[in-house]
């Protein structure tokens, strides 16, 4: 290959790994569930992983690829203790919700509040829509049936 096509294939590379840890990014500071913030964190981790083998490649040496050995080997680990945090976390709990594992901050600190979590509606005070029973036609006002709001 000419040295024009390598700097094509290492910019083609670089722009995926760019916009996998982007998307990573997006992910990880948007949710708050904890298994979709760990999988954006791992995200990046490939994004990062691309971009080394890429950048390897481009100078002819295997840097890269060794570096993208030991990301996935820390990452491996990474995963299983952030499994393991978050099963015992969701045990504790019974939710995966960053915003309700306030109590594991540091007693001196005051509680970060970002947003209020909404109380959770009872059985009794949850309103489900219904259909009309089949056979029997609904009740129409007058306006609806001489007025149309949309075509």
């Not at 509680?111 to 979590?117: F, K, N, P, R, T």
Request: hydrophobic residues 45%; glycine residues 6%.
């Amino acid at each position: 290959m000419t040295s024009m096509d390598e700097t094509a294939l290492l910019r083609g590379y670089l722009a995926v790994g760019a916009i996998l840890f982007g998307l990573g990014l997006v992910g990880f500071l948007s949710r708050r569930n904890m298994i979709v913030m760990f999988l954006s964190a791992e995200m990046m981790l490939q994004a990062i992983s691309v971009s080394l083998v890429a950048w390897g490649r481009f100078h002819n040496d295997w840097g890269g690829q060794i570096l993208t050995i030991f990301i996935l080997t820390v990452a491996a680990c990474e995963a299983a203790i952030a499994l393991a945090l978050v099963l015992t976390l969701y045990r504790r709990s019974g939710k995966l919700d960053i915003a309700v594992w306030q109590n594991l901050r540091e007693s001196s600190l005051p509680a970060y509040v970002d947003q209020e979590i909404p109380e959770e509606l009872e059985e009794d005070e949850m309103h489900w829509p219904t259909l009309t029973p089949s056979g029997v036609e609904p009740q129409h006002s007058e306006r609806d049936e001489y007025h149309r709001t949309h075509v």
